[in-house]
């Protein structure tokens, strides 16, 4: 009985893993280009970053 009992939990385990699976969100195009926006924004602020401390450092070699 017992047996069977957890063939039955298996069964409905499965169908509910593969009904998850099947609703998964798929990425369409303007996600996408978000997602490439928020990278290229990203990089840009690195590099401002980067820009303002060699102009910080340039300045302190200036004040010596």
Do not use: F, S
């Not at 593969?18 to 924004?41: F, H, I, V, W, Y």
């Not at 990089?43 to 070699?61: C, L, M, P, S, Y």
């Amino acid at each position: 009985m017992k047996y069977r009992q957890a063939a039955q939990a298996a069964l409905v385990l499965a169908v509910v893993l593969a009904a998850l699976a099947g609703c998964q969100k798929q990425e369409g195009p303007a996600e996408r280009a978000g997602k490439d926006l928020d990278k290229a924004m990203e990089t840009v602020g690195q590099q401002v970053e980067k820009t303002g401390e060699q102009i910080q450092d340039a300045a302190k070699g200036d004040k010596k």
